[in-house]
């Protein structure tokens, strides 16, 4: 199983910006569709975005799209996460997973995320 760990969370105002990268382990991360999740205080934890293997596959959950880009350098074995014109409502704790190509993240276990908390 990929090892997955999140960074680039921090604190910023509405309107701005963060990049949150996700770095994994092993060889077959190239291989894998990915995608980005969050979880809100009192919320279940929700798909924003996600990436095909090759990267010529991205899709997002409407209330980020045109704010938010998926990347993805294999070389690196990261995939990105560009987040632009933040809201308040984007406040959460962000994850990665692999996931199917239903979007559906695909491992049980989850990372200890990144947090992003944007103030109004």
């Known amino acids: 199983q990929v090892q997955l760990v999140e960074s680039g969370g921090g604190l910023v105002r509405a309107g701005g910006s963060l990049r949150l990268s996700c770095a994994a382990s092993g060889r077959t991360f190239s291989s894998y569709w990915m995608g980005w999740f969050r979880q809100a205080p009192g919320k279940e934890r929700e798909f924003v975005a996600g990436?095909?293997?090759?990267?010529?596959?991205?899709y997002y959950q409407d209330s980020v799209k045109g704010r938010f880009t998926i990347s993805r350098d294999n070389a690196k074995n990261t995939v990105y996460l560009q987040m632009n014109s933040l809201k308040p409502e984007d406040t959460a704790v962000y994850y990665c997973n692999v996931v199917d190509t239903d979007w559906a993240p695909r491992f049980g276990s989850w990372g200890q995320g990144t947090q992003v908390t944007v103030s109004s």
């Open positions: 990436i095909s293997w090759s990267g010529g596959r991205k």
